[in-house]
């Protein structure tokens, strides 16, 4: 749970409080009067913090540079086809980004099962 401390309480308290954050991994929020000013938190939730953000910052260069080749691939070809196993209702949800790359293509065919499949084959035979 975690606990709301006064900044001059902290100050009182302050081997108290970073044994609370530091040992048993309670988030402390600062606050002066009532509005919050800071939050301790343990070093390795700090961590993990800072990796899902570095990650986060990869995930959207990649994607970037996905949607700048799936906008090339669409120019050069004659047809473009995405092959998705996602149905279209998520699409923009989550982490789904299928709704910016839609788009660049002629066709986007939902392919979750084999008979999904077989159909997708067929249209891009029937081309």
């Known amino acids: 749970m975690?606990?709301?401390i006064q900044s001059t309480d902290l100050r009182c308290r302050v081997r108290e409080v970073l044994e609370q954050v530091r040992i048993k991994r309670q988030p402390i929020i600062i606050k002066?009067?009532?509005?919050?000013?800071?939050?301790l938190i343990p070093y390795e939730d700090f961590e993990d913090y800072r990796a899902w953000l570095e990650s986060r910052a990869r995930r959207q260069a990649w994607l970037a540079e996905l949607r700048a080749i799936a906008e090339e691939v669409s120019a050069r070809a004659a047809r473009?086809?995405?092959l998705n196993p996602e149905p279209?209702?998520?699409w923009g949800t989550g982490?789904?980004?299928m709704h910016r790359y839609a788009p660049y293509c002629d066709q986007v065919l939902k392919v979750a099962t084999l008979a999904e499949l077989i159909a997708a084959i067929d249209t891009i035979l029937e081309g």
């Open 88 to 90: 279209p209702v998520l």
């Open 2 to 4: 975690t606990e709301n």
């Open 32 to 39: 002066s009067y009532d509005t919050p000013r800071a939050v």
């Open 80 to 82: 473009t086809l995405w």
């Open 95 to 97: 982490d789904s980004d």
